[in-house]
Nanobody, 117 residues
């Protein structure tokens, strides 16, 4: 069982950067694939970036090279670095972890990112 606490969202101007954090306050994420999705109300959820466990053959995936997911297993934390933000990046961002053994998914509560002048 993993419980996440997200932080780092807010209002930024186009072109600025933002880093989201997602700390597992319960459980450990070391053996899980972790990453981020985003969702605009009324639209489908999109995968933003993911990072597999250290020894996994799976590749890192991402929506755009402006975004990078990273992980610090020693801190049980997942990050999303977002650069050169655009208004269309405005959404609620959710971190997640996937247990490949049980296929259980764990989600953060979401943090809102607004990109506007």
């Amino acid at each position: 069982q993993v419980e996440f606490v997200e932080s780092g969202g807010g209002l930024v101007q186009p072109g600025e950067s933002l880093r989201l954090s997602c700390v597992a306050s319960k459980g450990t994420i070391e053996m899980y694939t972790v990453g981020w999705y985003r969702q605009v109300p009324g639209k489908q959820r999109d995968l933003v970036a993911s990072r597999p466990p250290k020894m996994s053959p799976n590749r890192v995936s991402f929506l755009t090279d402006r975004f990078t997911a990273s992980r610090d297993n020693s801190k049980n934390t997942v990050y999303l670095q977002m650069n050169n933000l655009k208004p269309e990046d405005t959404a609620n961002y959710h971190c997640y972890a996937l247990d490949h053994t049980t296929l259980a998914e764990y989600w953060g509560q979401g943090t809102k990112v607004t990109v506007s002048e």
